[in-house]
């Protein structure tokens, strides 16, 4: 059973305390924060401001997905704001180690960001540093777009160098997870699946997301 982490992405941001109480009642595990900078990615989400206002509603871990250049510039305000788990981009971030370090000297949990074109295998020194890989299975900086499909191999090569570090590192799947992939997802190795628009444009968020934690 993966853990499951809507995307608040997806979320109506006029109605934000709604959407974060649905969660709260709901099976998910996590709230998934997608934090854009418009130069990392073609996009600008939400900064400090929003996510405070999500955490003084959230009753579960904040779990959040930085796609922002140099990350480590903000390391203590997203603590601050409530953060729980931090993940920065491989492809953002020229001292990753010292990234990671300075996460966790936070008291958060160090997570690692992959793009669909960058391969796992760059993880291999540094993955007993990681408490989490975030694979990509869409080109960041967008909801609702396709899964790519040679993410099921990444999750397993993945899980191999995971499995031979003898490392508890968590792999999260994010972009493109419905229904129709997650069970292939968890069989390839993934622990959590962050899902956006597939939970919070359905008919039935809440369904959708017990159906999801089912799989
Ligand atoms: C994409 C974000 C994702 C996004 C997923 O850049 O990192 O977390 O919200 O949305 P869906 O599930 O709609 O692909
Ligand atoms: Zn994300």
Redo the contacts with the bound molecule.
Sequence with gaps: MALIAP?L??ADFANLQRDCEMVNRSEADWF?I?V?DGLF?PNISFGMPVISAITKHATKTMDV?L?IEKPERYIKEFKAVGADILTVHYEASTHLHRSLQAIKTEGMKAGVALNPHTPVSLLIDVIQDIDLVCL?S?N??????KFIEQTYSKVKELKRIIKGANSSTLIEI????TSANAAQLIEAGADVL?????VFKSDNPEATIAGLKKM
């Design positions: 995307s992405l997806a998934h997608d854009m990615v997905h796609m990509m869409v960041p900086g967008f909801g609702g777009q994010d972009g493109g997870v962050v899902a956006g628009s597939f």
